[in-house]
């Protein structure tokens, strides 16, 4: 079983940056596609960055420009740097992971197989 573990949340100022980290149970480069999601209280959980078996980064539009996803597969740790962070960025973030997915990595959206318990982000104005 595939566990992932993120960490790196916190409480910050707007204009402030983060690094989430998600260390998984699995070698990183087994992966085919692997993403970071948030889930904002009252919304649905979407898609934030995602990576896929060529290393191909995709992004939300609200993210692109401030946002970086990259993995270090000797780690087995994805990670996510947020930078300029805004109120509206305050979420729960989550890890996801799939190793056979064959669709289009971005596109996954909530039917990669594995899913960590989320790490909180705040960001105050």
């Known amino acids: 079983e595939v566990q992932l573990v993120e960490s790196g949340g916190g409480s910050v100022q707007a204009g402030g940056s983060l690094r989430l980290s998600c260390h998984s149970s699995?070698?990183?480069?087994?992966?085919?596609?692997m993403g970071w999601f948030r889930q904002a209280p009252g919304k649905e959980r979407e898609g934030v960055a995602t990576?896929?078996?060529?290393?191909?980064?995709n992004y939300a539009d609200s993210v692109k420009g401030r946002f970086t996803i990259s993995k270090d597969n000797a780690k087995n740790t994805l990670y996510l740097q947020m930078n300029n962070l805004k109120p509206e960025d305050t979420a729960m973030y989550y890890c996801?992971?799939?190793?056979?997915?064959?669709?289009?990595?971005?596109?996954?959206?909530?039917?990669?197989?594995?899913w960590g318990q989320g790490t909180q982000v705040t960001v105050s104005s």
């Open positions: 996801a992971a799939d190793l056979g997915f064959r669709g289009t990595c971005h596109r996954a959206g909530e039917r990669l197989a594995y």
């Open positions: 699995q070698y990183g480069a087994s992966f085919s596609c």
């Open positions: 990576l896929d078996a060529y290393d191909y980064a």
